[in-house]
């Protein structure tokens, strides 16, 4: 069974940081591209970040980049995000999503069941 | 920018069709993929491609996409329906991926 699990979520105070993380497995997650997308309380779905499968390709979203970044470990099936900087407006459930098919921008799936961040004083 | 816009919501009776609009400059050249999120859940994919169904989701799940207009079809909705739905394109002019706004379907 194709399966992700993020975790790393929490609380965290404005301008901390935190590092979420993300277990594969069910596929071979070298050979996929990976995403971050997070969804504030209430609202809807926010695209934040791409990684290629060799990490050569990176994307970000314009309200994360340079405080966000985006990485990946092939070799323990994991993918992460490094949050700096946080703000209020980051306070979400983060979900990470598998790009189908491999090597293309397409679509997400599956999903990850979310991880919720937190940024308060 | 490039922009996806959806109506806040659609209500609709069991057992009728509901359609989900998802508008976009020229989206008919674009691929458009389609996702259900039920309350506390992540979301899941229901059409992929414009008009494609994974494995597992109902024949009653449709999509087409013309023009400047995409289109989620359900058809003989259900109870079990009422969820969030919402359309996500790859941009390449911008290199982002986009979300529209999402949609709240209601079954009366």
Same mark, same amino acid.
């Given at each position: 069974?194709?399966?992700?699990?993020?975790?790393?979520?929490?609380?965290?105070? #404005? %301008?901390?940081? +935190?590092?979420?993380?993300?277990?594969? @497995?069910?596929?071979?997650?070298?050979? !996929?591209?990976?995403?971050? &997308?997070?969804?504030? #309380? %209430?609202?809807? +779905?926010?695209?934040?970040?791409?990684? @290629?499968?060799?990490?050569?390709?990176? !994307?970000?979203?314009?309200? &994360?980049?340079?405080?966000?970044?985006?990485?990946?470990?092939?070799?323990?099936?994991?993918?992460?995000?490094?949050?700096?900087?946080?703000?209020?407006?980051?306070?979400?459930?983060?979900?990470?999503?598998?790009?189908?098919?491999?090597?293309?921008?397409?679509?997400?799936?599956?999903?990850?069941?979310?991880?919720?961040?937190?940024?308060?004083? | 920018?490039?922009?996806?816009?959806?109506?806040?919501?659609?209500?609709?009776?069991?057992?009728?069709?509901?359609?989900?609009?998802?508008?976009?400059?020229?989206?008919?050249?674009?691929?458009?993929?389609?996702?259900?999120?039920?309350?506390?859940?992540?979301?899941?994919?229901?059409?992929?491609?414009?008009?494609?169904?994974?494995?597992?989701?109902?024949?009653?799940?449709?999509?087409?996409?013309?023009?400047?207009?995409?289109?989620?079809?359900?058809?003989?909705?259900?109870?079990?329906?009422?969820?969030?739905?919402?359309?996500?394109?790859?941009?390449?002019?911008?290199?982002?991926?986009?979300?529209?706004?999402?949609?709240?379907?209601?079954?009366?």
């Amino acid at each position: 069974e194709v399966q992700l699990v993020e975790s790393g979520g929490g609380l965290v105070q #404005p %301008g901390g940081s +935190l590092r979420l993380s993300c277990a594969a @497995s069910g596929f071979t997650f070298s050979s !996929y591209s990976m995403n971050w &997308v997070r969804q504030a #309380p %209430g609202k809807g +779905l926010e695209w934040v970040s791409y990684i @290629s499968s060799s990490s050569s390709t990176i !994307y970000y979203a314009d309200s &994360v980049k340079g405080r966000f970044t985006i990485s990946r470990d092939n070799a323990k099936n994991s993918l992460y995000l490094q949050m700096n900087s946080l703000r209020a407006e980051d306070t979400a459930v983060y979900y990470c999503a598998r790009v189908v098919p491999a090597a293309t921008y397409n679509w997400f799936d599956p999903w990850g069941q979310g991880t919720l961040v937190t940024v308060s004083s | 920018s490039y922009v996806l816009t959806q109506p806040p919501s659609v209500s609709v009776a069991p057992g009728q069709t509901a359609r989900i609009t998802c508008g976009g400059n020229n989206i008919g050249s674009k691929s458009v993929h389609w996702y259900q999120q039920k309350p506390g859940q992540a979301p899941v994919l229901v059409v992929y491609d414009d008009s494609d169904r994974p494995s597992g989701i109902p024949e009653r799940f449709s999509g087409s996409n013309s023009g400047n207009t995409a289109t989620l079809t359900i058809s003989r909705v259900e109870a079990g329906d009422e969820a969030d739905y919402y359309c996500q394109v790859w941009d390449s002019s911008s290199d982002h991926f986009l979300f529209g706004g999402g949609t709240k379907l209601t079954v009366l």
